[in-house]
């Protein structure tokens, strides 16, 4: 973040970056042999011939696949992929069922093949790359690395692409191709109406963007403020009160001459340790309706009727976060105790001879210590809690819900939450994609502004 | 000791003792609550907490034959054990690779990998379900689909790792080059041993995610009981109309998973410790 450049002059790089480039590639094909030329349309072939087997058949490989999905599979795809399909589902002349397209296989495989050939391109680029350095190698007179070297380079000097190879091809499978399909399933109306394979859909432009932000009449802009406010706002206590409220315990717990640290610190741990779905599940029912906080209660006297902990709006947002701290302190205390420990013994020393109270040493020493040193914690913290699915839905499920709110959202709802509402209860994609695309802006916004202006990201040797 | 001194610390220790009451309370109902008789009284939420007669027939209609609740804690602790370990082998060939080595490309992956962070998880939950499906791994398949799921995006969480490699002297590496280690060897004789807390650590968390989750997991199921982890189905039985029935089996189905993963939680708590205090002075 450091790059103050504008962006202007990075577009301005990059072209001149691509004509270096292109123009690199036309000197390889004049000065290049003929095994270096036929490499430009069958990869591998100079490599081969060059004596690099390893080299040559991973190219080879590499552009047989390639150019197989992308003309055996994929093209059938991309050619319908400005339109999403033409043909919905009817009846053949002799009254079987045609399928038609399926626009979610149109959009999918298409992404796809459009990577392929982006792919194909680069692994194109290296092919030619590692010709001119084979001929310039052999014309200089110098021997080329031999394929026992080229597979070992794997395990040391090229270990990283070994490393790395499974990782980033999962995480290409399964994070990138959904996630630039569901960016683009925003600009569509894929919902319950248009639900491959019997019903196409298509691209529809902003639609979707417009309908989240208009206030009025029909539009989920209402609703999606006053959930994004109450995210907002749960995502704050959430995370600024277990911080503080940790560092309390911690510190309680941390005083010198108190007996059986261990054991205090291992009894908060225990919501830690015992799966959400337990403690989380078990609380709510403790305070439904007819749980057992009302039954004592009423039963006590204390209460006329039950109290409406899940169904009263404001109840249960306070309900939420108060529980949340049970789940939250120990974390907090745990980290708080590790770094309070950290803190100089001969600082607070020196406070008290200056006649500091405990809690202007807390003021003055502790919390700007802690602050500093957890700064990035907090920021990560913040987040996590914006998308803090399991509290609210084992809790609450969103609920109470109302007819003011559109799309199925309640009250506890987080855009999450309602994320997830819209795509399982409702399947209407469309709308979930673009609120995935809200919680995206949402989470860079705060992350680039929190991250310019914390001090220990600023200046490493701040506190001192 | 001072009188002042005394009368703080006797109103910690009050403190701790209203914290630690607060803290277990839950989990002393849900105990309770697990050995109310599903025969002579009512299984699902009732005024009273202590049950009248104890008995164990929640427990046994766990084990009984019309239950899948075996199958469904198999199920978990199969996907937990085999995400533990694949989780971990990637996390640590990531960290190393990004911790350890220079290569073009380096630092874009790592911002590419932080804005993908940015997406909230669900997003992507439809698209997932069509590729799983069509690698025949929902419903019947959901175990080693979940798993695939699981491990393939695993990559991606190597922060808490990489910053303990990060601290582990370069020196090190460089002295074994010297002898003719490769890179390879480096990675498996020296940083893995050196890495023990951090290596626990991370399969501890792997290994306690998947108890947890139920939304993905349905999802994938899709209804198809056998596939259902503990999670899953626990949280149907709360959550169906007849839960009222149900109630005491949940509890009771939910302490058998809380035994055993809070035990083995709170023997390697100080991993756990340590894996999360480095990790949130790293951010």
């Given amino acids: 973040m450091g790059d103050k450049r504008s962006i202007g002059a990075r577009i301005g790089d990059f072209f001149s970056w691509l004509g270096k480039d292109l123009a690199d590639i036309g000197r390889t094909f004049a000065e290049g042999d003929f095994r270096t030329r036929i490499s430009f349309l069958i990869m591998g072939f100079g490599q081969l011939l060059r004596g690099q087997i390893v080299r040559g058949i991973a190219m080879l490989a590499a552009e047989i696949a390639l ?95 070994t490393l790395l190879a499974l990782p980033v091809i999962g995480i290409f499978v399964f994070t990138v191709l959904p996630i630039i399909f569901m960016i683009c399933v925003a600009f569509t109306n894929y919902d319950y109406n248009h639900q491959p ?107 006329e009727r039950a109290i409406p902990f899940w169904t009263n709006k404001t109840y249960a947002r306070i309900l939420i976060i108060l529980i949340n701290l049970w789940i939250g302190i120990p974390y907090m ?40 040193v957890t700064g990035p914690f907090l920021l990560t913290q913040f ?58 802006l949402v989470t860079a916004v705060i992350s680039l502004v929190v991250y310019n202006v914390l001090p220990s990201v600023k200046d490493e040797e701040g506190f001192q | 000791m001072t009188h002042k001194k005394r009368i703080s610390h006797a109103i910690t220790y009050i403190v701790l003792i209203l914290i630690s009451i607060i803290w277990l309370f839950p989990f002393f109902c849900l105990i309770l609550q697990s050995f109310r008789s599903y025969q002579t009284e009512f299984g699902g939420l009732v005024n009273y907490l202590v049950p009248k007669q104890f008995s164990l027939d929640s427990y046994k209609y766990l084990f009984s034959d019309g239950c899948q609740y075996t199958t469904w804690y198999l199920n978990t602790l199969i996907i937990a054990c085999v995400v533990a370990l694949l989780q971990t082998i990637v996390v640590i060939c990531v960290s190393y690779a990004l911790s350890r080595m220079r290569f073009t490309g380096r630092k874009l992956l790592m911002n590419v990998w932080l804005v993908l962070g940015m997406f909230p998880g669900f997003l992507t939950m439809i698209c997932l379900y069509f590729l799983l499906k069509q690698l025949g791994l929902t419903q019947a398949g959901a175990i080693p689909g979940l798993i695939l799921i699981s491990v393939a995006s695993s990559g991606m969480g190597y922060y808490v790792c990489k910053g303990y490699f990060d601290t582990l002297p370069k020196s090190l590496d460089e002295a074994a080059r010297i002898d003719g280690a490769n890179r390879f ?40 009981s056998k596939s259902y982890n503990v ?33 083995l939680f709170m023997a390697l708590q100080g991993y756990y410790v340590e894996g999360v205090t480095g990790g949130a002075v790293k951010g």
Avoid: H
């Avoid at chain 1, 609380?283 to 439904?288: E, H, L």
């Fill in chain 1, 383 to 440: 987040i996590g809690n914006l998308n803090n699915f399991n509290v609210i839905f084992l809790l609450t499920q969103g609920q109470p819900q109302s007819m003011k709110l559109a799309g199925g959202a309640g009250y506890t709802d987080l855009l999450v939450t309602w994320l997830y509402k819209l795509t399982v209860t409702d399947s209407d994609y469309k709308m979930a994609a673009v609120i995935g695309i809200m919680v995206f």
């Fill in chain 2, 185 to 224: 060897q480096i990675l498996y004789q020296m940083i893995v041993p050196l890495s023990k807390p951090i290596i626990i650590y991370t399969a501890l968390v792997a290994f306690m995610a998947p108890w947890c989750d139920f939304v993905f997991a349905s999802y994938v199921a899709f209804g198809y």
């Fill in chain 1, 197 to 303: 394979p019997s019903q196409l859909f298509t691209w529809v432009g902003l639609e979707n963007f417009r309908n989240i932000l208009s206030v009025g009449g029909t539009g989920y802009g209402k609703t999606f403020f006053s959930v994004l406010g109450w995210t907002l706002v749960w995502a704050f206590f959430a995370t600024f009160l277990n911080y503080f409220l940790g560092m309390a315990v911690a510190i309680l717990i941390n005083q010198k001459g108190i007996k059986f640290k261990k054991l205090w610190r291992t009894i908060l741990v225990i919501t830690i340790a015992v799966p959400q779905f337990v403690s989380l599940l078990y609380v709510s029912k403790m305070f439904a309706a007819d749980g057992l906080v009302n039954a004592y209660l009423l039963k006590w006297g204390f209460i």
């Fill in chain 1, 333 to 372: 205390m745990l980290i708080a105790t590790g770094l309070l420990m950290n803190i100089p013994e001969d600082l607070y020393e020196s406070a008290k001879i200056d006649g500091a109270n405990p809690v202007q040493m807390f003021f003055s020493i502790t919390l700007p210590y802690m602050l500093f």
């Fill in chain 1, 67 to 161: 150019l197989y999905y992308i003309f055996g599979f994929g093209a059938g795809y991309l050619k319908d992929f400005l339109t999403l399909g033409t043909k919905g589902r009817g009846f053949n002349p002799d009254g079987t069922v045609s399928y038609g397209d399926n626009s979610f296989f149109i959009l999918l495989y298409g992404i796809l093949t459009i990577i392929a050939i982006l792919m194909l391109l680069l692994v194109w680029r290296i092919n030619v790359k590692q010709n001119e350095e084979a001929q310039r190698l052999l014309a200089a007179g110098k021997k080329l690395p031999s394929n026992k070297k080229d597979l070992y380079s794997l395990l040391d000097e090229n270990f990283d692409k």
């Fill in chain 2, 231 to 263: 999670a899953v189905a626990m949280q149907r039985w709360v959550w169906t109309n007849d839960y009222q029935g149900f109630f005491t089996r949940f509890c009771a189905g939910g302490i058998l998973v809380a035994i055993p993963v809070t035990a």
